[in-house]
């Protein structure tokens, strides 16, 4: 059994032009351990995807399919009659940040800016008492209400110990948010992340508004933590080559849908999908002749399409220098052209079945 299992989920937004087709169809797995890299360009519903899998959509996103699958559970039967959220639905409280925790985007809008960053991070530890047995000893037994001693201690403790771990000083545990710089704080937010020992994490675009430096060094330590916890890991990002260092598998999303699944290595040397060979030739490289690198670098024509009135069949089609009739008829059923490699599109299926494009 799969740790997380996503079929066929389906989920748009009612806004005043209509209804925006933001996920449609996506299906993907995730094993205990494992790293799942979630890439596409702004707005293809990478972040609303896993979103809804800790239920944190908001009030006009409603939920129209499918099926999330979380160790032998179906989220989804979690909410409303109509497909919307239950925000404070006790069941889905206990698993967020106890078994499913996430690395926001902004670390300063995660955080607020009038507690200590080690006091929020212990009340996510208090608010969870079922799960400090797990992570603390027999010490977590004792109730989260009125604390011990021995409770105060040991959590204190185990956000120093967590501190260390991303590599940010234990004697600044008691400083306010604003007195960390942005990379810290990504740290700070990661130690959040971490403080119940969660099956899951999702970190979504958790380097995006660092320096190259920093995010080399954050991406390292979350791998380095990954492989101490044997945590599983949906990592979200627009940078194709810094999500390759970490993923074990990488899927490709585009306006909504998946358009190709596989190893990172495979996704690199035999991008079956046009539109992941387009995203792999906007990658420059340091390797080879800068002239002949420039010359393969090449932006890719057409934009998005919009996504209240979605275009028919594939949706890449429009863009897409290789589309045919077929294409812009019919949704492409996925084809494994290699053990889990997994590809939506119609020239491939056409070719795997023998047939001349």
Same mark, same amino acid.
């Given at each position: 059994?799969?740790?997380?299992e996503?079929?066929?989920?389906?989920?748009?937004?009612?806004?005043?032009?209509?209804w925006?087709?933001?996920?449609d169809g996506?299906?993907?797995?995730?094993?205990a351990?494992?790293t799942?890299?979630?890439?596409?360009?702004?707005?293809?519903?990478?972040?609303?995807t896993?979103?809804?899998?800790?239920?944190?959509?908001?009030?006009?996103?409603?939920?129209?399919g499918?099926?999330?699958?979380?160790?032998?559970?179906?989220?989804?039967?979690?909410?409303?009659?109509?497909?919307?959220?239950?925000?404070?639905?006790?069941r889905?409280?206990?698993?967020?940040?106890?078994?499913?925790?996430?690395?926001?985007?902004?670390?300063?809008?995660?955080?607020?800016?009038?507690?200590?960053?080690?006091?929020?991070?212990?009340?996510?530890?208090?608010?969870?008492?079922?799960?400090?047995p797990r992570?603390?000893?027999?010490?977590?037994?004792?109730?989260?209400?009125?604390?011990?001693?021995?409770?105060?201690?040991?959590?204190?403790k185990?956000?120093?110990?967590?501190?260390?771990?991303?590599?940010?000083?234990?004697?600044?545990?008691?400083?306010?948010p604003?007195?960390?710089?942005?990379?810290m704080?990504?740290?700070?937010?990661?130690?959040?992340a971490?403080?119940?020992?969660?099956?899951?994490?999702?970190?979504?675009?958790?380097?995006?508004?660092?320096?190259?430096?920093?995010?080399y060094k954050?991406?390292k330590?979350?791998a380095?933590i990954?492989?101490?916890?044997?945590t599983?890991?949906?990592?979200?990002?627009?940078d194709?080559?810094?999500v390759?260092?970490?993923?074990?598998?990488m899927?490709?999303m585009?306006?909504?849908?998946?358009?190709?699944?596989a190893a +990172?290595?495979?996704?690199?040397?035999?991008?079956?999908?046009?539109?992941t060979?387009?995203l792999?030739?906007t990658? +420059?490289?340091?390797?080879?002749?800068?002239?002949?690198?420039?010359?393969r670098?090449?932006?890719m024509?057409?934009?998005?399409?919009?996504?209240?009135?979605?275009?028919?069949?594939?949706?890449?089609? +429009?863009?897409?220098?290789?589309?045919?009739?077929?294409?812009?008829?019919?949704?492409?059923?996925?084809?494994?052209?290699?053990?889990g490699?997994?590809?939506?599109c119609?020239?491939?299926?056409?070719?795997?079945?023998?047939?001349?494009?």
């Amino acid at each position: 059994m799969h740790l997380l299992e996503v079929k066929d989920l389906k989920i748009h937004f009612k806004i005043e032009d209509g209804w925006v087709e933001a996920v449609d169809g996506v299906s993907f797995y995730l094993d205990a351990g494992e790293t799942l890299g979630l890439v596409g360009e702004s707005g293809c519903g990478k972040s609303t995807t896993a979103f809804a899998i800790t239920q944190l959509l908001p009030k006009n996103a409603y939920i129209k399919g499918g099926s999330i699958v979380f160790k032998g559970k179906d989220l989804l039967k979690y909410l409303k009659k109509d497909g919307t959220i239950r925000l404070f639905d006790e069941r889905m409280r206990k698993l967020r940040w106890s078994e499913i925790s996430i690395i926001f985007q902004g670390a300063m809008d995660a955080f607020n800016p009038v507690y200590r960053m080690g006091k929020q991070i212990e009340e996510a530890m208090y608010a969870h008492p079922e799960a400090l047995p797990r992570t603390l000893g027999p010490v977590g037994e004792e109730t989260a209400r009125r604390p011990s001693k021995e409770l105060r201690e040991a959590v204190r403790k185990r956000v120093e110990d967590l501190f260390d771990v991303v590599g940010l000083p234990k004697d600044r545990v008691d400083n306010y948010p604003h007195e960390f710089s942005e990379g810290m704080r990504q740290r700070a937010l990661i130690a959040m992340a971490l403080t119940l020992a969660p099956s899951l994490i999702i970190a979504d675009e958790p380097t995006t508004a660092l320096d190259v430096i920093t995010q080399y060094k954050i991406l390292k330590e979350m791998a380095d933590i990954q492989k101490r916890y044997r945590t599983s890991m949906i990592l979200i990002s627009h940078d194709v080559s810094a999500v390759a260092e970490l993923a074990d598998r990488m899927a490709v999303m585009y306006a909504g849908r998946l358009v190709e699944i596989a190893a +990172p290595l495979d996704l690199f040397m035999n991008p079956c999908h046009p539109y992941t060979g387009g995203l792999l030739v906007t990658i +420059p490289t340091i390797k080879g002749d800068k002239e002949a690198m420039m010359a393969r670098i090449q932006s890719m024509p057409g934009s998005p399409p919009s996504l209240v009135n979605p275009p028919p069949g594939c949706r890449f089609h +429009p863009r897409c220098p290789i589309a045919k009739d077929i294409c812009s008829k019919a949704v492409p059923e996925p084809v494994e052209v290699d053990p889990g490699h997994i590809v939506w599109c119609h020239k491939v299926r056409t070719e795997s079945e023998g047939n001349e494009w």
